[in-house]
């Protein structure tokens, strides 16, 4: 029998709340978590991203939370501004039948005034990142006193961020008998340290990793270098009509500099990472929203909790370190039922971080082809044919007759009149491209993978590899023919012994003298 969100032990209020969203039975880690935090345990919930994991602390903390008393009874410590922007809607959401809850996200960036005069007014949740909590603790506008309950979510990626001291702090300040929940995607040694120092025989819920990603997205992989990976961009984008897509890259400097390059080549683009103002940020966010901005490119930190329905693409601009980050990555796309396509650029040994990527995900990445510059110049062609067919069906064009008539008694002909305008209409559809070195290079829909060369039983140096003492694949040891030390640098080839010398002196003359 399937549980029920019912059967969990939840509040009517927020058994109302939850129907009201839709959501009908709790994922796996809210079945097993939600009655574990009511009865008043410390948990550790091992959980993958996108398993409801927020729902599942969420709706005990909730449950927890006394409307009356106007001051801070939860505390959600996050990775990023992002995510607990992300976590405080979701509580929002959750709650929206507890009249008079007060929930307030803290987090770096933001006026530090206006969240200390919410948590002044009587915030019951707060949801914030390390840093930011211990401004407010030094400032003595978070009261802890009354905190209840504690929340790490994402703790081995706060650990992974250098946090550790910082939320060390902050528990120790918290009250000796709250309830601590920890949520991580992973279990490490610094996150046990973690879970002993600052937890009281807590109950470990690990669900078992599924398929990381959804079948909705088309996952695909490109070989391209460096130099070359804003025109590949470029040539994909034009194949699309006009989609909608964020671009992924590892460091604050790439973003700027592909932003840059997309831009001189027409594309609406603009950029989010960690050096941009979070106001900033958020009127980029709005701007990709409405549509203003087609092409978001960011950092995995500042997209963190990015949310976002009608993302056509991700790029992979620099394949991510993390197989985790490329989960959160592609996650973006194929939402809502939608479907998706995630687009990765690799080159030379990053081929090896993307088979650990292809067993993190238990998914296959395909292999495709660069296309080429005429393969681009067709669709754009085709675009621009298909969009005047429309205005032709449409007849929203007869305001521009005047110009016609005026070019016809020019003694132009009507096709080269026509001809002009499809060769301006092709012309300012984005610069034209340049040719790269992968063009000239042949295309293997399926190239061999394996281990590092060197190491493997068949490697380039391996023990079947037809190299080495080892020949073919028949495993036998074959001896090296001898081959006499060379005479350089004075050395002196070594004199066989004759059989009656050999009996003589048994073993060859020391070469030293034994001191006395």
């Known amino acids: 029998m399937d549980t029920t969100f019912t059967d969990l032990g939840l509040s009517p209020q927020l058994l109302d709340g939850i129907h009201k969203l839709g959501f009908e039975s709790p994922s796996p880690i809210q079945a097993q978590t939600i009655p574990a935090i009511l009865s008043g345990k410390d948990i550790v919930g091992l959980s993958q991203t996108g398993s409801g994991k927020t729902a599942a602390f969420g709706l005990p903390a909730l449950q927890a939370v006394d409307i009356n008393q106007k001051e801070a009874q939860v505390l959600v410590l996050c990775p990023t501004r992002e995510l607990a922007v992300q976590v405080c809607a979701e509580i929002h959401r959750l709650g929206s039948a507890l009249k008079g809850l007060s929930a307030v996200p803290v987090y770096g960036g933001a006026p530090i005034d206006r969240q200390m005069r919410a948590m002044r007014k009587g915030a019951h949740v707060i949801v914030g990142t390390p840093g930011r909590v211990m401004d407010h603790l030094r400032r003595r506008s978070l009261k802890t006193d009354g905190i209840k309950m504690c929340i790490l979510d994402e703790a081995d990626r706060m650990l ?82 006009k989609p909608r897509g964020i671009v992924f890259c590892n460091t604050k400097q790439m973003v700027e500099d592909a932003t840059e390059a997309l831009a001189a080549r027409g594309y609406l683009a603009d950029r989010i990472h960690g050096d941009i103002a979070q106001n900033n940020r958020e009127r980029v966010i709005k701007k990709f929203r409405d549509g203003s901005v087609e092409l978001l490119v960011a950092t995995d930190v500042a997209a963190r909790g990015l949310d976002i329905d009608d993302v056509d693409v991700v790029f992979n601009y620099d394949l991510p370190y993390d197989p985790e980050d490329y989960v959160h990555r592609i996650g973006r796309t194929g939402r809502a039922g939608r479907s998706g396509k995630s687009i990765t650029f690799v080159y030379g040994r990053d081929i090896y971080r993307l088979e650990a990527i292809e067993r993190y995900t238990r998914q296959t990445i395909r292999r495709m082809r660069i296309p080429s510059l005429e393969e681009v110049e067709g669709r754009k062609t085709d675009n621009v044919f298909n969009a005047v067919r429309e205005r032709l069906e449409s007849g929203d064009y007869k305001r521009h007759d005047d110009w016609i008539e005026r070019l016809l008694d020019a003694g132009h002909t009507p096709t080269d009149i026509a001809s002009a305008l499809f060769d301006s209409f092709s012309k300012a559809d984005n610069s034209g491209g340049e040719e790269i070195a992968e063009d000239r290079e042949p295309f293997e829909a399926n190239p061999k993978k394996g281990g590092k060369p060197g190491k493997g039983k068949k490697g380039k140096r391996g023990k079947f590899s037809g190299k080495g003492p080892y020949k073919g694949n028949s495993g036998k040891f074959e001896k090296k023919p001898f081959k006499p030390k060379s005479n350089l640098a004075g050395a002196k080839p070594k004199k066989k012994f004759s059989d009656k010398k050999a009996k003589k002196n048994p073993e060859p003359k020391r070469r030293f003298k034994v001191p006395k």
């Not at 550790?164 to 920890?182: G, K, S, W, Y």
């Not at 807590?202 to 070989?223: G, H, N």
């Open 160 to 241: 992974d961020m250098g946090f550790r001291e910082d939320m060390e702090v902050i528990l120790d300040q918290l009250p000796a008998d709250r309830q601590t929940l920890f949520f991580s995607a992973t279990m490490n040694k610094s996150v046990q340290g973690l879970i002993r120092a600052f937890s009281h025989e807590a109950v470990e819920i690990s669900i078992e990793r599924k398929a990381l990603t959804v079948d909705t997205i088309a996952q695909e992989y490109y070989e391209v270098r460096n130099r070359s990976k804003i025109e590949v961009m470029c040539r994909l984008l034009d194949l699309e009509t």
